[in-house]
């Protein structure tokens, strides 16, 4: 924060403290580029940073492939295949591993139409078979 101080005082107009203090300070530093002063306004504008961002990849992660490995084709309850797994968090087996790979069409629903039914089951597909195989 001490560019953006020494900016506001080179332009004359000292500020008591940074306008980010407390909420950025301690993650982004700012230089003197960031700032354009026009007439009664002063425009900020600073560079992007790099954000880890949950993204759908085509590559298949580790965890799916663990749940392949432990799926066949008769056909398991989440409840068994998170028990396989050996995951105990239930959010994090439904977004890590079981959705990941009913998108990539590498298990499939029994029930489509009623993805929240008790009897629902999740079979390995064509493609999901090709993967374990594969390696």
């Not at 980010?20 to 354009?36: N, T």
């Not at 068994?80 to 629903?109: S, W």
């Not at 929240?116 to 993967?131: F, I």
Request: hydrophobic share 40%; glycine share 6%; aromatic share 8%.
């Amino acid at each position: 924060m001490k560019n953006h101080q020494l900016m506001v005082e080179e332009e004359g107009r000292p500020l008591p403290t940074p306008p980010f203090q407390g909420l950025f300070a301690d993650r982004i530093e700012i230089g003197k580029e960031c700032f354009r002063f026009m007439g009664n306004f002063i425009r900020m504008t600073f560079p992007a940073s790099e954000v880890v961002t949950p993204q759908v990849t085509e590559q298949v992660t580790e965890q799916v492939l663990n749940l392949l490995a432990v799926a066949d084709q008769t056909g398991r309850t989440s409840t068994e295949l998170m028990a396989l797994v050996g995951i105990k968090h239930r959010p994090t087996f439904l977004y890590n591993y079981l959705q990941p790979a009913v998108d990539k069409g590498l298990l499939a629903m029994t029930i489509p139409d009623k993805p929240k039914s008790s009897k629902q089951r999740y079979v390995l597909t064509a493609l999901g078979k090709r993967m374990v195989n594969k390696d």
